[in-house]
């Protein structure tokens, strides 16, 4: 991802040292999603707020490589450019539907859950929808029925249906290839967050169970994160996941102590943060790493 004037040089590691105390308050640039008070916004690492987006329930929130803001937001998707001006909005024409996913994809395309339709579709930047593909949850919850969606490399989705707690890998017509869900000594309850990283495991975060756990392609619980490995935080409603390139990963809280956690793989707290001006933060992305994330190279 190229520098822009918005965006510093991102320090991933310092405070990752063997021995260091966790870092409280300001760290990254980062741009995170507050659902309840309605806002997305961009924070440098000062903490001040560079850019703020006023709109109901943000969710899903991706930065792009040329400065763009792509997110969800309760009735479609929006585009800001790094001027802070909308470039792109999409709206759904239902009556009753709700929208809690967006993700960049290749050659500008998007990647949209209808929880009213019930479907995932990918649209164009002018507005077209030019892929459907139906995924019923065995709940009727227009509210909950899905959290953040991701399409894959491989042209498969994986499928955050959060009313079933339950993952979901799909095949590009719809067929069901894999289901997570009923794993020893995971709560998935109103479970929010999935991805799928470089290695082929998979990361996903429970909700309202309060855990990050990333399991093999066997599922295999090879690594998870619980309220009992860091009493110092109070960690509630657990929200958006994202691994950073040296293996630690930042996590989102709708409630608790803080809004933002860093946590490394030997469950060491590397940074935390209450954001002063925000409520619910359900989703962030950390600014100025390497790769792109219409290419799958971001891991949120």
């Not at 929880?115 to 593909?133: A, D, F, M, Q, T």
């Not at 990283?197 to 429970?206: I, K, W």
């Amino acid at each position: 991802m190229k520098l822009n004037r918005f965006f510093l040089p991102l320090l991933v590691c310092v405070a990752g040292e063997l021995g260091a105390e966790a870092v409280e308050g300001p760290k990254y640039n980062l741009v995170c999603a507050d659902f309840a008070k309605g806002e997305v916004c961009v924070v440098d690492k000062s903490g001040e707020r560079k850019h703020v987006f006023k709109t109901q329930n943000p969710n899903d929130v991706w930065a792009l490589p040329n400065g763009e803001v792509l997110f969800a937001w309760r009735r479609g998707v929006k585009i800001y450019d790094q001027a802070g001006k909308q470039i792109f909005e999409w709206s759904s024409s239902e009556a009753k539907d709700e929208i809690h996913t967006c993700q960049p994809l290749a050659e500008g395309n998007i990647l949209i859950a209808q929880n009213g339709l019930s479907r995932l579709i990918e649209i164009n930047r002018e507005g077209k929808i030019v892929k459907e593909v139906p995924v019923k949850s065995r709940n009727n919850d227009l509210h909950m029925r899905y959290r953040m969606c991701r399409k894959l490399q491989n042209g498969n989705y994986l499928c955050m249906i959060s009313c079933d707690d339950e993952i979901r890998e799909i095949d590009s017509e719809g067929k069901t290839v894999r289901v997570i869900r009923d794993l020893p000594g995971v709560k998935m309850s109103k479970a929010h967050a999935v991805t799928r990283l470089a290695n082929g495991n998979t990361l996903f975060s429970t909700g309202a169970g309060a855990m990050a756990v990333e399991v093999d392609q066997d599922d295999k619980i090879v690594w998870k994160l619980e309220r009992s490995d860091l009493p110092e935080i109070k960690m509630g409603f657990m929200t958006g996941l994202h691994r950073l390139p040296n293996g630690n990963t930042v996590i989102s809280f709708y409630q608790g102590s803080h809004h933002l956690i860093e946590v490394s793989r030997e469950k060491k707290l590397v940074w935390k943060w209450r954001l002063p001006d925000q409520r619910t933060v359900v989703s962030v992305q950390i600014l100025d790493q390497e790769g792109d994330a219409s290419q799958g190279q971001i891991y949120k």
